[in-house]
């Protein structure tokens, strides 16, 4: 396919010289590639990564990089159940929320590196702390894959399998999707967000056994809840679909503090995200529009200089 | 779309001359529209449906329809979650199985008429047992709808949502894809088939709690076993996708006896469809060519004759 260009078995070796590196694996193999590469990384150099998790993995970067090497979290919101680099596809990321999750002593410049790389993806930068990351996304990816795989195996474990499996059609194919995912990744998401996964999960077992004691009773009054119940989800997720919520402002890198001090100031620390947020509603409507223009510029100085906006290594 | 030639708001109008009558409403619609239609059936027209539920369907049409017409029961698995002549879709049949329940007393040339039906839109015929058909399809199609109900709502209903919503991928949008159905037709599916669901969900909820505590458990042995369900899950799921299950021999209207009396008594009563497939693995595997020969056959005499194969009526 042309994506790759060199192999390097060694992480030491595969990150010399390099101003940008990105650890795309399981998120507890992050903490090895950390403590491997660690030693080998120059003074400046930016790391960042694709996790689905980020509160263990901020913390290890924090143990494990040495002074003088900034860690920038991300997380491209863009799965697959594919793995693999036959599995690359040129436009995954585009139009795609990017989680970006600044560690709390990471100087602008990194951060602006990492905007750069999410922006030359065609992807749109979100901050968000590490725990309201890992919080949100135990509800929206971590809880439907397990449902997924227990809804697959609810029914592969059936006698009747073998008849059930033909009339099996586009619904249930949807639905057990993520079943056919990375068990070595679901294990090390359930190892590094157990709580919220645990949390979520007991809210989704609830719906369902509400929904399920609805189904049971004849009575009408049922009926007409669960009926209720069914014609507000498919409202609502008409709604979600066309992009209908109230997304507060945009949590994109607009209006830039011009020194990195304020700015990290701004970003992290206790709940970044509702400060964020809250400094962002009094901002203009033009906001986006400039916020677009630096995401041009940061991505012409890439262009221009190699691999990584004012990285000075090119 | 010139999909709609002529509209009727009276279903005796609608069916006034006709050979073969769909009836593709919600469930419990169809004892509505059987009840109406029935007096205005002439001698020999067939009457099928496209139910997602099949016993009360075939009980209703045995009290409802008059002497002399003949009720065969169909459910194509195709299903999607728009609703309305804006969703057709041409190819929406084409390849997937179509299941063809005919009522105790339907005539040979009744049942070839509706299969007729099926090869023209490029379906294949799926003979089941009503009662059979209504498990089944709760476990392939009626739980995923709840399951896909509850995690939209799980997700919706938290105060977090606006902050969720965004974050949300496409395998939270395929797993909550069928949230977005049509809630009369759900509301029809759980009158009509309650007990089978309830079954279902009931052991989707054992799958789920089990691994709900499998991940609470901060063990080894809990990783390594959640660890196990995930890998096998991941397998079987891709030797379902390529189709590799052992489906017996095909349920396909092959090697049809001569009189329809003996074709009536091998396909209906007690466990038709055990029956079925018994009698099916003694046949040679030149079989299914003789079925799609024959399939071709009735498709060549609708083109020829109209509306039925046989029907007389044109």
């Known amino acids: 396919m042309g994506a790759v260009d060199r192999i390097e078995p060694d992480p030491r070796d595969a ?18 590639v950390l403590e491997q590469i660690g030693p080998a990384l120059e003074e400046g150099t930016v790391v960042t990564d694709t996790g689905s998790t980020k509160s263990d993995v901020l913390r290890w970067a ?25 599995a690359a596809e040129a436009a995954l990321f585009r139009e795609k929320i990017y989680c970006v999750i600044p560690s709390v002593d990471a100087p602008e410049r990194a951060i602006r590196t990492v905007l ?27 809880v439907p894959l397990v449902a997924s795989a227990a809804l697959f195996a609810m029914a592969r474990g059936s006698k009747a399998w073998n008849d059930l499996a033909p009339l099996a059609s586009s619904g249930f194919r ?20 157990r709580q919220a996964v645990v949390h979520w999960l007991d809210r989704f077992l609830a719906e369902l056994q509400a929904f399920r004691d609805l189904v049971a009773s ?18 609502q997720r008409e709604e979600f679909l066309v992009g209908r919520f109230d997304r ?14 304020s700015f990290v100031d701004l970003l992290v620390g206790g709940r970044m995200a509702q400060r964020f947020r809250d400094a962002q509603r009094i901002l203009d409507s033009d906001a986006r529009d400039r ?24």
């Open 62 to 86: 924090q143990r494990l990089l040495p002074g003088g090497v900034s860690f920038v979290g991300g997380h491209p919101m863009a799965g697959k159940e594919t793995q693999g680099i036959q």
């Open 116 to 142: 750069g790389l999410v922006e030359t993806l065609g992807a749109t930068a979100w901050f968000i702390d590490a725990d309201e990351h890992d919080q949100y996304v135990a509800a929206i990816s971590h």
């Open 174 to 193: 949807d639905t057990t999707r993520l079943a056919s995912g990375d068990p070595d990744m679901a294990a090390d998401i359930f190892a590094t967000n």
């Open 291 to 314: 916020a677009e223009q630096m995401s041009r510029d940061v991505r012409r100085d890439i262009e221009r200089n190699g691999n990584g906006s004012g990285n000075g290594r090119g």
């Open 248 to 261: 507060g402002a945009p949590r994109a890198p607009i209006d830039l503090p011009s020194t990195s001090t």
């Open 15 to 32: 990150v010399k010289g390099a101003g940008l590196v990105i650890i795309a694996t399981p998120v507890r193999s992050i903490a090895t």
């Open 218 to 235: 004849e009575s009408e009054v049922a009926e007409q809840d669960h009926d209720k119940r069914l014609t507000t989800a498919q409202l």
